[in-house]
């Protein structure tokens, strides 16, 4: 059966995606009853941090309602309740990521997390696609054709003790004139076309930018996310110069919860452990297609496990 979509209410009010024609939604049957796959709006909010809170996921509302703003996704209803989510974000034209794919406990193993995937697939087709699997679903995500490409940690904690922060001639906060630069570098770390969410990213948080000859050379935003303050993206030439970023960002956020995903060869595992955040979970980093940062810079932490 063809699944009709909607067009978000939420995706009206975001500059930065192109929204598709309204259409009727159709229901599901199934010998579970009707469920409808629909659009992720607005309306849908509340439903979805039900979902998150449920699993013990650390999204707070406003985590979802700024997913949408940068993101598009689909939500499975029955009987008006959200019983499963799925968001996808465009990195320009030619890449996307997906994340916070989440089904009802007690809708689990009817494949509507397949369901859903599929859907987001189909949106972003034509895109490589990258996205971070917990071990339930990287089963489903190799059978679409993902494969692995490396492994983030996610490290947290209250941050004991304070942190100075760098030389303002070595590390300080980004200027507004300073943004095009810092894109630049995204994309040569990234491989990928992000513009649109730094955008949303730096107005939502601090940037700071690590200098080389008085011009920005890395970068990485600090902002309010779960249960307190996550430090991404970080992008920088090499782990020391991560580490100088990192230090800027944790300077304002002595004695406060604070969580940063590196990936597990970013060379900064010891460092972390040593001023508190220790490893709490990791996740695979698969692909679907390719990804090819141009460097010199990379990425040493994403936005969170879903932007990566």
């Known amino acids: 059966m063809t699944l009709a979509r909607l067009a978000p209410a939420a995706l009206s009010r975001n500059p930065f995606m192109k929204t ?34 449920a699993l013990v996921w650390p999204f707070r509302r406003e985590d979802w309602a700024f997913a949408l703003t940068v993101g598009r996704g689909f939500v499975l209803e029955r009987a008006g309740a959200v019983i499963g989510t799925a968001i996808w974000f465009p990195n320009g034209e ?13 809708e689990q ?23 971070n699997a917990t071990p339930e679903g990287r089963g489903l995500y190799e059978r679409r054709g993902f494969r692995a490409i490396g492994m983030i940690e996610q490290r947290q904690g209250v941050l004991p003790g304070r942190h100075e922060a760098p030389p303002e001639n070595v590390v300080r906060p980004m200027r507004p004139d300073e943004f095009d630069a810092l894109a630049r570098l995204d994309r040569a ?3 990928r076309e992000r513009t649109a969410m730094l955008q949303r990213l730096v107005a939502a948080g601090e940037t700071f930018v690590l ?4 011009e920005p050379a890395g970068y990485a935003i600090s902002r309010l996310f779960g249960r ?11 782990p020391a110069a991560a580490r100088l970023l990192i230090e800027a960002a944790l300077s304002r956020l002595e004695g406060r919860f604070v969580r940063i ?8 595992g010891s460092w972390l452990d040593e001023i508190g955040l220790p490893q709490m979970s990791d996740a695979l980093t698969m692909v679907l297609g390719t990804v090819e940062p141009t460097g010199p810079a990379r990425l040493f932490a994403p936005s969170n496990q879903s932007f990566l």
């Open 94 to 106: 030619s890449h996307a990521s997906v994340g916070m794919i989440i089904v009802d406990g007690a």
């Open 261 to 268: 995903d590196p990936p597990v060869d970013a060379g900064l």
């Open 20 to 53: 598709r024609p309204i259409m009727e939604a159709a229901p599901i049957r199934d010998q579970h009853g009707d469920i409808a796959l629909v659009p992720f709006a607005e309306r849908h909010l509340e439903g979805a941090h039900r979902l998150s809170r």
């Open 211 to 214: 200098l080389r000859n008085g």
């Open 109 to 131: 193993g009817r494949g509507y997390g397949a369901r859903l995937f599929d859907e987001l697939l189909d949106a972003a087709k034509g895109r490589s696609i990258l996205l």
């Open 189 to 191: 770390a990234s491989g």
């Open 228 to 238: 307190g303050h996550v430090v991404g993206p970080v992008a920088a030439e090499s």
